[in-house]
């Protein structure tokens, strides 16, 4: 298929964006497969390898594809809204979208509760909590810090699990320890050296910070947690109505 500029003048690359965004509404290309690659596109629609990066793009801006550097664009087939699970836990989030999460233990720390750590979970002031500090990957590239702080009981499970376990949600569900409710909070946020050592960016560089609050079906606080992402790896939708309102986040191209 070639396409052409017509008298007006609609510039290539919108056609060859156009045409590929009725393909994946009509299902051409399913959830989570890849498009073809840029040469074999160019060859298709007779434009160049520039058009075709152009019309990748405004798809991307429109939440139907997604990607990263030297790999292939992945069909998200529009802005997907995530299940609590699938929100709430990095792991199970990464892999809805046929990616493999990574997870690196920087540090497990046991330490007196701050005045902000014992608010949020519910604890006196002083009294012992865990903070874990891990390093998220996708397919083996950094895209966020995550920090979390545990009430003592839970963060002792987290201690004891080996350091390369990519889902510390799953595990501490297997023992019991259940995730009913969370409240996130969206900003950004400089980031610190420790944030610049680990995601290889620069210090004050604006992150996408994720603030999340968990607690369990008798609203007992399990975990106060702050994720740090890159920018340009995930974005967040939010879809709200008078009838429901639903979060969720995806990569970013």
């Known amino acids: 298929m070639h396409v052409s500029e017509g008298r007006g003048r609609t510039p290539l690359y919108l056609k060859v964006a156009a045409d590929l965004r009725t393909a994946i509404t009509a299902g051409e290309y399913g959830s989570g497969a890849k498009l073809p ?6 060859r298709r629609y007779g434009v160049s390898r520039g058009t ?6 405004a798809l991307r801006t429109d939440g139907l594809i997604t990607s990263r550097r030297g790999t292939r664009r992945v ?3 529009g802005p997907r809204l995530h299940s609590f699970g699938e929100l709430r836990s990095f792991t199970r989030w990464a892999r809805s979208l046929g990616e493999e999460p990574g997870s690196r233990v920087v540090a497990i720390d046991r330490v007196p509760a701050s005045e902000e750590e014992a608010e949020k979970l519910r604890l006196d002031e002083g009294a012992i909590v865990y903070r874990v500090r891990r390093l998220r990957t996708l397919s083996g590239a950094p895209v966020m810090v995550e920090r979390t702080t545990y009430p003592e ?7 004891a699990m080996p350091p390369d376990t990519v889902s510390h ?3 501490l569900e297997l023992h019991g320890v259940l995730f009913a409710d969370a409240r996130h909070t969206i900003d950004l946020v400089p980031a610190d050296d420790d944030d610049a050592a680990l995601l290889g960016c620069r210090a004050g560089e604006s992150l996408l910070r994720e603030r999340r609050h968990s607690t369990d079906p008798t609203g007992t606080p399990v975990e106060w ?8 790896t995930v974005a967040f939708t939010m879809q709200s109505s008078t009838a429901t309102s639903a979060l969720g986040r995806r990569l970013s191209g």
């Not at 690659?37 to 160019?42: F, K």
């Not at 075709?52 to 793009?57: D, S």
């Not at 947690?225 to 340009?232: A, E, T």
Request: proline letters at 3%; zero cysteines.
């Open 37 to 42: 690659a840029e040469d074999e596109l160019a």
């Open 52 to 57: 075709v990066r152009q019309a990748l793009a």
């Open 75 to 77: 069909v998200l087939g």
């Open 153 to 159: 009981r839970i963060g002792e499970l987290v201690a």
């Open 169 to 171: 949600s799953v595990q």
């Open 225 to 232: 947690s702050q994720d740090r992402y890159l920018p340009g």
